[in-house]
């Protein structure tokens, strides 16, 4: 009788459940049905040859699949070209490049409700649907590149159209949302959100300002310099500039006062450090090949689906192999019969807040150089899912929108953003160039268009050249402008025009043999213009410096083996001093264990070793135990001096009056106390997070929380967890947490074409239920590559081929 009533209880509540939406999630029934349900999803992934019909293509389109579902697309023409790659990735992504747009353009809340109104809200204010309509706008004047755009948003209409919501992917289904149609602009915000993540408008202003005003200008320059200390620059130290620098603006003569516009606290997002990218050519010189050989591997966050998916795109004047973005036209990263190319990004300052005082509540107008200017206004109505919908005034300045508005006091200054995503630009005519590239001269007519988000393209060539350029759209500043706040009332606090594209830092065929960035400084101090007070460190790039300078005879496993490098120069520079200043008499036993395993370190970020935990945790510790003066409150946050500045104090400022903490004024400290307390508190912090010190619990592998997560973080079993791989975030190997290498690529250039091998963490396909979801993680994370399938001709047999759709015109 027990279980007869049990029975019964469960009975009714699983069909309570399946008939019950858990917001965001949909009914159960619905989700499980054998007939519309996420079962249905099964079929989507087969690997047979097929025919389909299309409006909208020219000629006939063949479109071979190899053992890894990568379309090799062969098209008479461009448009039939990236019509098919539009409806070929939508077939493959579709889920994907909808919630992508959907974040860019801040409409989360339509789908999954009201907790994503505030980075909605973000989106809106900082002008990002705007931008990119402007772009939109300006990319219509060139012909040929609106045709290439408007190809590629037909076709993927051409497959939502025949899409039967049974053949959803799963996650509209789990959501209990359905697609809509595609359109160019939607490709122009995908660039624009690539701005967003590369060229953050989150960038310190605010608290460097706070800094700047409880410090004073002597403290912030010598604790925040223009130049690190340890640098290995982009561009080799030496290199001769053959351009006559544009003049600079005027420094205007109240800037470091601390915008004296602004004297109250003032918080803004701030930036999260990620952990870069790679890419480097080495020439011929230094090949067992004689031609330059090209790697690459943007470091970005890790997601399934990828960011990246892989193609090629030939027609009878083209043939290019490579990774595109899901959502636009062209190949990014790749390489065609002749040259290869690569990006990582620069990190220029090229987002700035300025202080912005209305004349009074209706905010029509603002104070600018001694006038009252008339300001416009966009209504942004954000969707929220089961509410009223949330209209938001944003007010638009000549600097641009007010992305942190104080409404309702609006004598205290607003912050008004200048941002290089406002600047109309053409991305999509750099990529389709890139791709019919030949030779060094097309590479560089390609970059002359691009505009953001700045990146270092690295190129080689079977002409035997290789080459890198800063390259993207940069103004011209006065040195450290925008460093700190900017008024907005004064005209010389503006943008004062641009660095012509042939003053960006570049060089072609160096001496070195090789070309590289990871990225730290573009140039050294020689170079006349402005670009950032702060890059990336440079310690990857040091490291891959010295790998690159002692390679001789060097293959595509050569340059594989430096992508997957886990060597950390930091520590080898640093460790050393730290240890010198324990004292050995004064540890209890689990310190002197962590000790001896620091002492005996190879430096490598191997998953076995332990000494890479304690390293990470006693550098992430030792800033807190110096600056204590920064100590902050969400008013008015400060920001925290760059770890370089630390390492050089420690390193060669052992007397510096910074390691003396102002919490303990009964106490003196120096330089070995503060060592010796960090590293006991970092002992204790391990133990209390790991357990006693043990190699299985402390050891790299076990505690560096590597992941690969979906797209929509609370579906965890569609991700990766505990991904076991070496790595860290200052080594080549940028592989820690949720960001890492997103695609490693190798490229041998040679006179009958390229031999070039490649993987990312994922899969083609964006369905969870799909063979090829996941399927190249494994090689991925034991740092080995695929071998490319580059098809030289339409019909050209290669075994790696498994299937061929065509399409025709209907």
């Not at 930091?570 to 036993?589: S, W």
Request: aromatic share 12%; with cysteine.
């Amino acid at each position: 009788m027990k279980k007869a009533v049990l029975s019964l209880a469960l009975t009714g509540g699983l069909l309570w459940a399946l008939g019950t939406s858990f917001s965001p999630l949909p009914a159960l029934g619905a989700f499980l049905s054998p007939f519309s349900g996420f079962w249905s999803n099964e079929r989507r992934i087969q690997m047979l040859d097929a025919e389909i019909h299309l409006p909208g293509v020219e000629s006939e389109v063949i479109i071979r699949y190899d053992d890894n579902r990568v379309p090799h697309i062969f098209a008479e023409n461009d448009h039939d070209l990236y019509y098919a790659q539009g409806y070929v990735t939508a077939r493959d992504r579709l889920f994907q490049m909808d919630l992508t747009i959907r974040s860019a353009a801040g409409r989360l809340s339509e789908v999954v409700g009201e907790q994503a109104l505030p980075l909605d809200l973000y989106k809106r204010r900082t002008g990002s649907v705007k931008a990119a309509e402007e772009a939109w706008k300006f990319v219509q004047q060139d012909v040929k590149v609106r045709r290439v755009i408007e190809a590629y948003s037909d076709g993927i209409n051409a497959y939502l159209s025949n899409l039967r919501p049974a053949d959803y992917p799963i996650e509209y289904k789990m959501l209990g949302f359905t697609p809509e149609a595609w359109t160019p602009e939607k490709s122009m915000l995908l660039m624009v959100e690539m701005t967003h993540t590369l060229a953050t408008p989150r960038d310190g202003d605010a608290a460097l300002t706070n800094v700047l005003q409880k410090f004073g200008l002597e403290v912030l320059r010598d604790l925040y310099p223009d130049y690190a200390d340890r640098e290995s620059p982009i561009i080799p130290k030496g290199t001769k500039w053959n351009f006559k620098r544009k003049p600079l603006p005027k420094v205007p003569k109240d800037y470091t006062e601390g915008t004296a516009s602004v004297r109250e606290p003032l918080s803004w997002p701030e930036r999260v450090e990620g952990i870069g990218s790679n890419n480097w050519a080495i020439a011929g010189e230094k090949s067992a090949t004689g031609l330059p050989i090209l790697a690459g591997d943007p470091h970005l966050g890790l997601t399934l689906p990828s960011i990246w998916y892989q193609i090629q795109l030939s027609t009878p004047e083209s043939n290019a192999y490579g990774v595109s973005l899901p959502g636009a036209p062209c190949i990014i990263i790749g390489f065609n019969h002749d040259i290869a190319w690569s990006e990582t990004n620069v990190g220029s300052d090229v987002a700035d807040l300025y202080a912005i005082k209305f004349k009074d509540a209706s905010r029509r107008e603002y104070s600018y150089d001694g006038q009252w200017v008339k300001t416009d206004f966009r209504l942004e109505e954000i969707k929220v899912k089961g509410k009223p919908s949330v209209i938001d005034t944003v007010v638009y300045t000549h600097h641009g929108p007010v992305a942190m508005p104080r409404w309702g006091d609006e004598q205290k200054p607003s912050l008004a953003l200048r941002w290089i995503a406002h600047e109309p630009g053409n991305p999509v005519k750099t990529f389709y160039m890139l791709n019919r590239s030949k030779n060094y001269d097309d590479y560089v007519r390609a970059l002359s268009h691009y505009v953001a988000p700045a990146q270092n393209f690295v190129f080689a060539s079977n002409e035997n050249d290789i080459a890198i350029w800063v390259n993207g759209k940069f103004p011209l500043k006065w040195k450290e402008q925008g460093k700190f706040l900017l008024d907005g009332s004064k005209a010389a606090h503006d943008w004062q025009g641009w660095i012509p594209h042939a003053h960006n830092p570049h060089v072609k065929n160096p001496k070195q043999g090789y070309v590289s960035s990871a990225n730290q400084a573009p140039a050294d101090e020689s170079y006349p213009y402005y670009l950032h007070w702060r890059f990336a460190a440079a310690n990857r790039a040091i490291r891959i410096n010295e790998r690159l300078e002692g390679m001789q005879q060097a293959t595509i496993d050569s340059l594989r083996l430096l992508q997957n490098d886990t060597y950390n120069v930091l520590a080898r520079d640093l460790l050393p001093t730290l240890l010198e200043q324990i004292k050995m008499g004064d540890l209890n036993a689990s310190q002197y264990s962590t000790y001896t395993a620091l002492k005996q370190w190879d430096y490598e970020y191997t998953t076995q070793a332990v000494a890479p935990t304690i390293f990470e945790k006693w550098v992430e510790n030792l800033p807190f135990f110096v600056w204590d003066e920064f100590t902050t409150d969400a008013k008015k946050p400060l920001q925290l001096p760059q770890k370089d500045r630390l390492w050089q104090l420690i390193l060669k400022e052992p007397d510096s009056k910074w390691f003396d903490r102002v919490e303990t004024a009964d106490v003196k400290e120096n330089q070995a106390d503060i060592i010796r307390l960090s590293f006991k508190a970092t002992v204790d912090s391990l133990t209390r997070q790991y357990g006693t010190y043990s190699s299985k619990n402390w050891a790299w592998g076990a505690v560096k929380g590597s992941t690969i997560a979906h797209l929509v973080p609370p579906l965890k079993s569609f991700g990766r967890s505990n991904v076991v791989a070496g790595g860290g975030a200052d080594v080549p190997n940028a592989f820690r947490g949720k960001w890492g290498p997103s695609w490693r690529m190798v490229v041998a250039l040679g006179k009958d074409g390229p031999k070039a091998y490649g993987v990312y963490p994922g899969g083609q396909s964006g369905n969870p239920g799909s063979p090829y979801y996941d399927n190249m993680v494994t090689t991925w994370a034991e740092g080995k590559l695929n071998e490319l399938v580059y098809l030289k001709t339409i019909d050209e047999n290669h075994p790696k081929v498994l299937s061929t759709l065509k399409i025709s015109k209907r």
